[in-house]
């Protein structure tokens, strides 16, 4: 089973075209224009062992915000299509990432059940010309469209690269420990029979 999916969106705001493959090797191919997205969205399918190519073309004179969030929706949505009907998936997944002075942790549950928990606090609200908001806004729109619980909890920090840094490295290590196949897992890995 080929585990991968491609998303395009179009709007009046932003032009993306998404790919994005749960059994990869970590490559990663970025034309996103929000340099600093780029960097996490590296970092996240480097510790994930996810391929991912994202070309978007977005309003980012306005500033980065359209660009971010509809990654993140086509992000969701990719790795909704992309794990199917989740048969024999691990479904949770847990990680802690230490970044010099901060710690991350993602945990995450592929229930269908959509949710954001974010306790973070970043200190500076720019890193270099992006906006430290959009990182809440990215993983919103991500857990809404994946369908997944999503909890964030950066446990302490001081450097804000550092922090969300961390958190990215963090959402694809879980990701990647809740979309592995474990061959003890019968079917869809729910007591109700469907997730």
Not at 35 to 60: E, I, N, R
Not at 95 to 120: I, K, Y
Not at 132 to 161: C, D, P, Q
């Amino acid at each position: 089973m080929i585990r991968e999916a491609q998303i395009e969106r179009r709007t009046n705001e932003t032009n993306i075209k998404l790919a994005f493959g749960i059994d990869g090797e970590g490559k990663s191919e970025l034309e996103t224009g929000v340099p600093f997205l780029s960097h996490m969205l590296d970092l996240f399918a480097k510790h994930g062992h996810f391929d991912l190519t994202v070309d978007a073309d977005g309003d980012v004179e306005v500033d980065g915000h359209h660009t971010t969030e509809d990654i993140g929706i086509c992000l969701g949505q990719a790795l909704t299509k992309a794990l199917g009907d989740k048969k024999g998936i691990k479904r949770y997944g847990n990680a802690f990432v230490p970044m010099d002075e901060a710690l991350a942790q993602v945990v995450v549950d592929l229930s269908n059940r959509p949710h954001l928990e974010f306790r973070a606090d970043i200190p500076a609200p720019m890193i270099g010309d992006f906006d430290t908001e959009l990182v809440h806004e990215f993983l919103w729109k991500l857990a809404i469209e994946a369908k997944m619980n999503l909890h964030v909890i950066v446990h302490y920090g001081r450097n804000s690269h550092h922090i969300v840094e961390a958190i990215f490295k963090a959402l694809g290590r879980a990701l990647d420990e809740a979309t592995t196949i474990d061959p003890r897992v019968k079917g869809i890995p729910s007591t109700k029979g469907m997730l």
